[in-house]
Each structure stands twice: as structure tokens, then as C-alpha cells.
């Protein structure tokens, strides 16, 4: 059960993580943060990133089999690695409907599910 907690942390986490990286975009595009200075655009994208880190932090604990779950480090980030860019391709499109996926995202998604696998191997 931990690794499911841990997945969902997982996804969560790099929900927040996308919307602070990118998030501060989409609100200058619809005028919102037009006239902020830089400043303020870091410090909101900190304040969102707060909340990456009150899910990433718990997930990597609770994973962790150091601790008693399922993961090694090593799998723990591929597993984060995949699923930032799963929730990154999914918040982009339903934030940026203009930004589309090709094929070579494709490949290089596949290449980080076969990561995935390669790591779990034994």
C-alpha cells in the first residue's frame, strides 16, 4: 500500500511542480501577471512550489525502503522522472491547448518507461 501512497504523492507533487514552473505563463498570457516584476513571479512560483515539496518530501520518505517501502533511490527518481513528465504533457495541454505532442515526444516518453523497467529489473 505504500507505494500507491507513494505514487500518488508522486503525481501531486509534480502537479504543483509543473503549475510553479509553468504555471506563472499561463497567468501572464491571460494578463494576470503582466506587470509583475520578476521577483514576484519567483516568489509566487516559490509559494506554489511549497506545496511540491509538502507532497515530494513524504512520498520519498514513505517510498523509500529504507524506511520500509517498496523503492530504491534509483527508483524512486525514474518513477518521479516518468510521472513529471506524464503530468507535465497533461497540465500543458489542458493549460497551453496550443503546445501539441509529436512523435519524438512519444519515443522519448517510451525511453523513460523503458527506464522504468530497466531500474526494476533485478
Not at 30 to 44: A, D, E, K, T, Y
Amino acid at each position: 500500500m505504500t507505494g500507491i501512497y507513494t505514487l500518488l504523492l508522486l503525481i501531486l507533487s509534480n502537479v504543483f511542480m509543473t503549475l510553479a514552473w509553468y504555471g506563472h505563463l499561463k497567468l501572464q498570457q491571460n494578463g494576470v501577471s503582466s506587470n509583475w516584476p520578476l521577483i514576484g513571479v519567483i516568489l509566487f512560483s516559490w509559494g506554489v512550489a511549497f506545496f511540491e515539496y509538502c507532497c515530494q518530501v513524504p512520498a520519498n520518505r514513505i517510498g523509500f525502503e529504507g524506511n520500509g517501502g517498496p523503492f530504491s533511490l534509483v527508483q524512486l527518481k525514474v518513477i518521479q522522472e516518468c510521472v513529471s513528465l506524464l503530468v507535465f504533457a497533461i497540465v500543458i495541454h489542458l493549460l497551453f491547448g496550443n503546445q501539441s505532442l509529436h512523435w519524438n515526444h512519444a519515443v522519448a516518453f517510451l525511453c523513460l518507461v523503458a527506464a522504468v523497467y530497466f531500474t526494476f529489473m533485478e
